[in-house]
């Protein structure tokens, strides 16, 4: 049986059945406490969605929230996946783990060169990250273990992540941003 | 947002906002526009981001809209703007994520009457010998360091294998190939996601459209282009797929930094550059003409695959199945030329986010056949509506360094598009118009429904008006192949 490293953020589904078919049941060893641990870096605490897709006329846009720029990075990693893939299961012989380094100039280009890492992948093998475990971040860095699979086929094409008006920015809960797929 | 109010209407198609308007702006803005579409741009951010990069460092003359101006990411789609060499700037974000998007116009010996029998067949063979969808790999394998190749040689690699004749090259934009491309500013990834898309339509607004010439508008021109009434003609709309995506994702993230490095302030940061006579600003050049040759390539070989598609739907049914080249031509692109501006011949950087190149008669980059007419200028329309075969004019020259619109514009966002309109009824509903409809994803296909597009006709209309480009022909669709 396949482990997810320890310390793993989140999931990509606040679904607990979800959850347990992805990984607990079928696939991994991890135990409920650290689903429930990890559940608010979806929902931040049942309050707000961790993720949304939002109109914009060419594109498509995702908001994302996080306490911190952590779970913010996390949160925007999941919500990318659900706008490449309706595919929710992952069988466990399919379940694979990436590294990936990134470093920016500042939050907002570690923010789009980590979602680029991800984009780059999912067309290069349709690779979709469900989760991560996130080593080291600061505000120019990131080291991170991606857990998620080669899914069949893609629901959108994603071209790229833009700059387009990217700000985060501070809130009563903490980050929230807006970023724009090129599609 | 940009106040109607700041916006004068100077003639009957054209309008500027001064550079006053806003105190960073270094020349005016201009927007090629009637009443109905300036109302539909100022419904977006488009006008504001037009008035943004009026404040590049090195901009000449003026930026300008063309009508089909919509929003996109710090340039508007549908923007023309040029800068002065030596040290004035180029942006990944002035060309766009998809490098050298463009369309190619085949021509036929073959009428509609005689097509229609075997339309079905047609449809169904350009479908399966044109690899389209979401991240799909085409059949051509390149050889190790043949990428290169592809890249720093465009459509003329695809000549050496056998996917190009000569007469495709020369009625190709700058022969297919963009001198001082450069492999080695492309990175790995890039590289790696490029490498087995030669030849491949992707998704998203990207087809192939099979035509029927329904209407000429200038005898001369359209015979010179080979186009006459009743007449089957092919469009394939693509550009440099992910190895495009990627050279820009690239070069926008090295140049959040580079700004800073040359001092340059900017309203947006998708608007990151540097200057072309920097290190930063050759790079990106030389691999951004690398991701247009690959466009040029990757149109090529799909221009093969819809030969062999007629050969084998058509050959012995029709009297003449021979698919001839008509032009290629980009819309995403930034290219050095020259262009006068104040009496002046300057040396400039164009950049055509969603403009297409219209140079008018006589310039020396217009293939031979053509000359004396102008350029053949190719905008598509949205699906299922008319598209255009325009000519480029002296002046298009004189006011838009030799540029005009690229298609009808998005005015309804993908998934606004998705909620009215369901792609199984519109697929019903173009079929019910004689269209045959060839799609891999049935929302994909509602996503580009032409109700969530501007009316072409109304934008081909303004670029007439005005004397930038003017009506050759007008083409109807018959079938249409998608990811």
């Known amino acids: 049986m396949r482990r997810i490293p320890r310390g793993i953020e989140a999931v990509a589904h606040n679904d607990r059945a979800i959850w347990e078919k992805c990984f607990k049941r079928k696939a991994l060893d991890l135990n409920s406490s650290l689903f429930e641990a990890t559940s608010f870096c979806v929902t931040m605490g049942g309050m707000l969605k961790g993720f949304e897709e939002v109109e914009h006329t060419a594109d498509i846009a995702l908001r994302v929230r996080g306490r911190d720029l952590r779970e913010l990075l996390v949160n925007a990693a999941l919500g990318l996946g659900t706008l490449l893939t309706d595919h929710v299961d992952m069988p466990a012989e399919a379940v694979q783990t990436r590294p990936v380094e990134v470093d920016a100039f500042d939050p907002e280009s570690l923010l789009v060169g980590w979602l680029s890492e991800l984009i780059y992948w999912a067309e290069k093998d349709r690779f979709v990250c469900r989760a991560v475990e996130m080593q080291e971040i600061s505000s120019t860095h990131l080291k991170a273990i991606c857990i998620g699979s080669c899914v069949p086929e893609l629901r959108h094409h994603i071209k790229a992540v833009t700059y387009h008006n990217l700000q985060i920015v501070q809130t009563d809960q903490g980050l929230e941003t807006t970023v724009v797929f090129d599609v | 947002m940009v106040d109607s109010r700041a916006i004068k209407r100077i003639d009957k198609y054209l309008y500027e906002i001064d550079a006053s308007f806003r105190d960073d702006m270094r020349v005016p803005a201009r927007l090629y526009t009637d009443p109905e579409l300036l109302e539909h741009a100022l419904g977006d951010a488009s006008v504001d981001q037009l008035v943004n990069t009026a404040t590049l460092p090195g901009v000449v003359k003026y930026v300008l809209a063309m009508p089909d101006i919509h929003q996109g990411y710090g340039f508007p789609i549908g923007g023309v703007v040029a800068t002065q060499l030596p040290d004035g700037i180029i942006s990944p974000g002035g060309v766009g994520y998809d490098i050298n998007c463009g369309v190619r116009l085949l021509g036929t010996h073959i009428s509609e009457e005689e097509v229609r029998p075997y339309l079905d067949e047609l449809a169904t063979a350009i479908y399966n010998h044109c690899p389209s969808g979401v991240g799909k790999g085409g059949e051509i394998k390149l050889k190790t360091g043949e990428l290169d190749r592809v890249l720093e040689e465009g459509s003329r690699w695809a000549k050496s294998r056998g996917f190009a004749t000569d007469e495709d090259l020369e009625r190709t934009e700058v022969g297919g190939c963009l001198e001082g491309a450069d492999a080695g500013a492309v990175s790995a990834k890039a590289k790696e996601r490029g490498h087995d898309q030669v030849g491949t339509l992707g998704a998203g607004n990207h087809f192939i459209e099979v035509d029927v010439v329904r209407d000429i508008y200038d005898e001369e021109a359209a015979q010179r282009f080979g186009l006459f009434a009743g007449q089957i003609a092919v469009q394939i709309h693509c550009g440099s797929r992910g190895l495009g995506h990627q050279v820009c994702t690239d070069y926008v993230q090295r140049f959040q930094q580079a700004v800073q490095k040359y001092g340059i302030r900017l309203p947006d940061r998708e608007l990151v550059c540097a200057p072309l006579n920097s290190p930063d600003g050759q790079a990106y050049l030389a691999a951004m003409k690398a991701a247009a040759n690959y466009a040029f390539a990757n149109r090529q070989v799909l221009a093969h695959h819809v030969r062999r598609a007629f050969e084998e739907a058509l050959s012995g049914k029709v009297r003449n199945p021979y698919v001839f080249q008509v032009y290629d031509v980009g819309h995403n692109m930034a290219k050095i030329e020259q262009h006068e501006v104040d009496g002046e011949r300057i040396t400039v950087c164009v950049h055509r986010k969603g ?61 606004q598009a998705k909620k009215k309109v369901w792609g199984g009824e519109l697929r019903e509903q173009l079929e019910g118009q004689g269209i045959r409809v060839r799609a891999g994803s049935m929302s994909g296909l509602a996503e580009e429904a032409p109700s969530a597009y501007k009316d072409v006709d109304r934008v081909v209309e303004v670029m007439h008006g005005s004397g930038i480009a003017t009506k050759v022909a007008r083409l109807v669709p018959i079938a249409i192949i998608k990811g």
Do not use: K, N
């Open chain 2, 355 to 415: 403009a297409t190149r219209a140079f008018g008669p006589y310039h020396p980059d217009i293939p031979s056949a053509y000359r004396d007419v102008g350029q053949p200028v190719l905008v598509p329309g949205s699906m299922g509506t008319a598209s255009w075969v325009l000519r480029g004019t002296e002046e298009a020259m004189r006011q838009t360094f030799g540029s005009t619109c690229h298609g009808a514009g998005r005015a309804m966002s993908r998934t």
